[in-house]
Nanobody
Framework: VQLVESGGGLVQAGGSLRLSCAASGNTFSINAMGWYRQAPGKKRELVARISSGGGSTNYADSVKGRFTISRDNAKNTMYLQMNSLKPEDTAVYYC????????????WGQGTQVTVST
C-alpha cells in the first residue's frame, strides 16, 4: 500500500485547508485510517481516526469542532477538512492506514506541511 498526501500549504489563522490522502496498491487490506501530525521538537500525535466504513470517528481534543475526517472508499481517498486554523496547528501532517487482520501493521505517507501564520 502506498499513501500520498496533498493539500498542505500556508494559510492565515482562521483559514481553512483540506488535506487528501490517496491510497494505492493492495487497498483492500486497509482497515481504519487516520491523520497524525508532528510539530518541530514534538512527538507525533493522533489528530483524527476513521473506521474502515467511515461510520466511526474520533478526534484529538485540540481539533474537535474544527476538523472533520472522512473517507471515500470508492476513490481510495481519505480527507481532513481543517477549519478555524490556529498557529498551533502548524505541523507536518501524515496519513496513516492500518492493515486489517494480524499481525498489526501501519502504512505511512510522506507527510505534507501545514503552516498557519498569525
Amino acid at each position: 500500500v502506498q499513501l500520498v498526501e496533498s493539500g498542505g500549504g500556508l494559510v492565515q489563522a482562521g483559514g481553512s485547508l483540506r488535506l487528501s490522502c490517496a491510497a494505492s496498491g493492495n487497498t483492500f487490506s486497509i482497515n481504519a485510517m487516520g491523520w497524525y501530525r508532528q510539530a518541530p521538537g514534538k512527538k507525533r500525535e493522533l489528530v483524527a481516526r476513521i473506521s474502515s466504513g467511515g461510520g466511526s470517528t474520533n478526534y484529538a481534543d485540540s481539533v474537535k469542532g474544527r476538523f472533520t475526517i472522512s473517507r471515500d472508499n470508492a476513490k481510495n481517498t481519505m480527507y481532513l477538512q481543517m477549519n478555524s486554523l490556529k498557529p498551533e496547528d502548524t505541523a507536518v501532517y501524515y496519513c496513516n492506514a492500518e492493515r486489517a487482520g494480524r499481525p498489526p501493521y501501519d502504512w505511512w505517507g510522506q507527510g505534507t506541511q501545514v503552516t498557519v501564520s498569525t
